[in-house]
């Protein structure tokens, strides 16, 4: 069972570069989530998603897209990338909302220079 | 929006001691609170959740304490190993709850 898969693990852009994170869940679970994760900063919610075809903005979505067209998957596009967004990405799922146990991917860590 | 806070931001304990974090929330409504333990490098993982029609858990080591009146609630550690040593998030939530705010992590180190 491989629970939340996240690819790449680490990947280094140039400045208006695009690229897209990939997250997967084996568990058919209806709610994901991408947050990030800055240097000694806690976790902050970017964009998630209660079912295929319904996605929703969290606390910091500007420069980020998803969309969620399969259960299985939760995809993370950076549209044009900027220093700012060099962090650690996490995916997350769980079988209920957020009031259930989250289960997080092992991150992307993203470099934008 | 959920407004969390959780102290002290670090803590520092000789092995074998024990150790207590906080959590306060602003939402009254909330009834699930969970804490994430995140090791070095690692991902956040869940070790220990408790629901609002319960004021104590415990597993093994690990307790959580839960004061909804207060708007609060604690992890407590025991006996305490350096395993241990990691960064701790609490998210306190409510049933049906589609966004989770993390509080902004406790780390806590342990001195042999």
């Known amino acids: 069972n491989a629970g939340v898969t996240q690819t790449p693990k680490f990947q280094v852009l140039k400045t208006g570069q695009s690229m897209t994170l990939q997250c997967a869940q084996d568990m058919n679970h209806e709610y994901m989530s991408w947050y990030r994760q800055d240097p000694g900063m806690g976790l902050r919610l970017i964009h998630y998603s209660v079912g295929a075809g319904i996605t929703d903005q969290g606390e910091v979505p500007n420069g980020y897209n998803v969309s969620r067209s399969t259960t299985e998957d939760f995809p993370l596009r950076l549209l044009s990338a900027a220093p700012s967004q060099t962090s650690v990405y996490f995916c997350a799922s769980s079988s209920g909302r957020a009031d259930q146990p989250q289960h997080f991917g092992d991150g992307t860590r993203l470099s934008i220079l | 929006g959920e407004n969390v806070e959780q102290h002290p931001s670090t803590l520092s304990v000789q092995e074998g001691d024990s150790a207590v974090i906080k959590c306060t929330y602003s939402?009254?409504?909330?009834?699930?609170f969970p804490w994430y333990k995140q090791e070095l490098g690692k991902r956040p993982q869940l070790i220990i959740d408790?629901?609002?029609?319960?004021g104590e858990k415990k597993d093994q080591r690990i307790a959580v304490t839960l004061n909804k009146t207060a708007k609060h609630f604690s992890l407590h550690i025991t006996e305490t190993q350096p395993e241990d040593s990691a960064v701790y998030f609490c998210a306190p939530t409510f049933v049906g709850a589609q966004k989770l705010v993390f509080g902004q992590g406790t780390r806590l180190t342990i001195n042999p």
């Open positions: 939402d009254s409504a909330s009834n699930y």
């Open positions: 408790i629901r609002s029609n319960v």
